[in-house]
């Protein structure tokens, strides 16, 4: 099955893959991953539609798994494979929006492996390497992390990234509307100072 859904999300914020990453980030880096999240907040609709879409193509395909019987070892393998790389592409999508948020936030150091995941997935969605060996490492990565939900063909939780991207893009909305101060002055301070140069 295709990817498509994944691909899309994927798409979407995988532009930031262009960074260089590091255990930590620069400020400069991580308005770059801001502005990735805005991107990506303005398509949320259509792209939440289009893995829910495919969600159900996912468990159409546990459904005709679970109705295999026990002799058609063939088949059930050649399923069993086909949904746990779907699964695996949508749980790497998540945890990259995972990753960017929680970096953004300062939450969240990247390990060498989640550097390496950050790189290979940006090549993958920047359309740059479509490879086997890199597709196998971008699932070889969400296959270690979530080994028990995809070995156990449990649904990837979408709703929550989308909503955490929302959150995150309208807290980057409230602050890039929060008047910049002079360091070290409140508000009241600042008020002050405004109204003893009008009376000047």
């Known amino acids: 099955m295709e990817n498509k859904a994944v691909a899309a999300v994927a ?62 070892v063939f088949k059930k393998a050649k399923l069993d494979g086909e949904i746990r790389d779907a699964l695996a592409m949508q749980y790497a999508a998540v945890d990259y929006i995972s990753m960017l948020i929680g970096t953004i936030q300062g939450e969240r150091q990247m390990s060498q492996d989640d550097v390496r995941f950050y790189k290979v997935f940006g090549k993958y969605v920047d359309g740059k390497d479509s490879s086997d060996d890199n597709l196998e490492a971008i699932c070889s990565y969400a296959r270690e992390r979530h080994a028990y939900e995809i070995s156990h063909h449990l649904p990837c939780d979408t709703r929550s990234a989308f909503k955490d991207l929302r959150e995150q893009a309208e807290r980057q909305k409230r602050e890039s509307s929060t008047p910049k101060l002079p360091f070290g002055k409140r508000h009241s301070e600042t008020n002050a100072d405004t109204r003893e140069a009008g009376r000047n």
Do not use: H, M
């Open 11 to 72: 798409g979407a914020v995988g532009a930031a893959g262009g960074i260089v990453v590091g255990l930590f980030l620069r400020q400069p880096e991580v308005n770059k991953l801001k502005k990735r999240v805005r991107k990506l907040e303005r398509k949320a609709d259509g792209l939440e539609a289009t893995v829910e879409k495919q969600n159900v193509e996912i468990a159409n395909l546990i459904v005709q798994y679970q109705s295999l019987k026990l002799g058609q």
